[in-house]
């Protein structure tokens, strides 16, 4: 007879599962076996493991959907899957901003009755954090040093050798950059997407550049500046329009994503309602996102910081908050994504797409 618990599934206690007993025995204030118990050392620690379980979760996800685009072929079948994970990538995020109010709870002086005791821990020492930049493909280059040393001095050396592996390997940037380049939405037979969308785009200029002159409440002189600033296809779009102005844009570090990579991403944002484009649209808005609440977890970090300690110098040695505040206007991942809308134009303007073209962006059973 088959014991108890010797079959293929075998029984588990809830609390076993989860091992609640490690898992609350991890809180061991300092100020409690320093001989002044701060209440308030509780709150600050179990945010921070909160912090740092969730940041686990989202390395998860972000390696899974890595994986997916790190094939010579995207199986198309897989672009569920990977807006699925980057979704829950997108709701964690926005529970870690959320969670700083909680954190909030704390005033100023209850932090300050345990944080000499932190001295010399910082959230900059957050491994995971770092990986969680790498894997979306935060630029080396970019980032702001750590008393003038590279950003992983502060760990041992196997987890820079992890930090540099990943680099290494492809990030998820990098990854969705080569994706985009092998769309077929380049090289479309009888449509010059690029020669189509000029013409639009001069087009909507010659109207802008007339309702401009028309206007009977602005003077010549207003005429002029506004005629300027809207600018023209050789100069507001000419990144779009030459390779050679784009790669040079590169060059100079203004720009990271491909030449091929931009002109595909704009062709699926202006063309987004057709059928097939819509996953892929939905997938470049996931990366959009996701950089705009890593930025405003960057900036209401900060600013709790400010509130907590003012211009105090951090418990790591950073500037504190001027080094938080920093970061968020310069860690930007994902913002080829967001100049993407400075290139769009409105849909009564689209070049409109030959039927050939729209069947093959439409699914086969479509009467369109």
Known sequence: MEKKGEGKYTTIHYHKYLE??????????RSEKLGKPAHDEMLFIITHQAY???????????????????????????????????????KILALLIEQIGVLETMTPLDFLDFRAYLFPASGFQ?????????????????RMTYHSQ??????????????????AQG????????????????????FNFLEKYKEAVQKMLDKEYAAINASEYLTEKEKEKRTEMVGGTDTYFKAILSRENHEALITEGKK????????????INLYRDEPILQ????????????????????YRHAQMVLRMLG??????????????????????????????STLLIPRSELPALPENIRKKLSYHFSNI
């Open 256 to 267: 990271r994503m491909s030449y091929d990579a931009t002109v595909a991403a704009l062709f």
């Open 150 to 167: 590279k950003y992983s001095s502060v760990f041992p050396e196997e987890q820079q050798k992890q930090l540099d592996d990943i680099y």
């Open 279 to 298: 996953l892929p649209f939905q997938l470049l808005t996931n990366l959009v996102d996701i950089d705009d609440l890593m930025t405003t977890w960057r």
């Open 52 to 90: 740092e379980l969730w940041f686990k979760q989202i390395i998860h996800e972000l390696e899974s959907v890595i994986n997916m685009f790190s094939k010579d072929g995207v199986d198309e079948r897989s672009l569920g899957n990977a807006i699925g994970r980057l979704n829950r990538v997108e």
């Open 311 to 340: 211009n105090k110098v951090g418990t790591g040695g950073s500037s504190g908050h001027e080094y938080l505040a920093e970061t968020a206007r310069r860690h930007k991942i994902f913002s080829d994504f967001h100049t993407i």
């Open 20 to 29: 609640l007993d490690a898992l609350l025995e991890a809180q061991v204030l």
């Open 171 to 190: 990030t998820l940037f990098e990854w969705v950059d080569k994706w985009l380049q092998r769309t077929p939405f380049l090289k479309l037979e009888g």
């Open 126 to 142: 957050s491994f995971q954090f770092r990986a969680l930049e790498c894997l979306l493909g935060l630029p080396e280059q970019k």
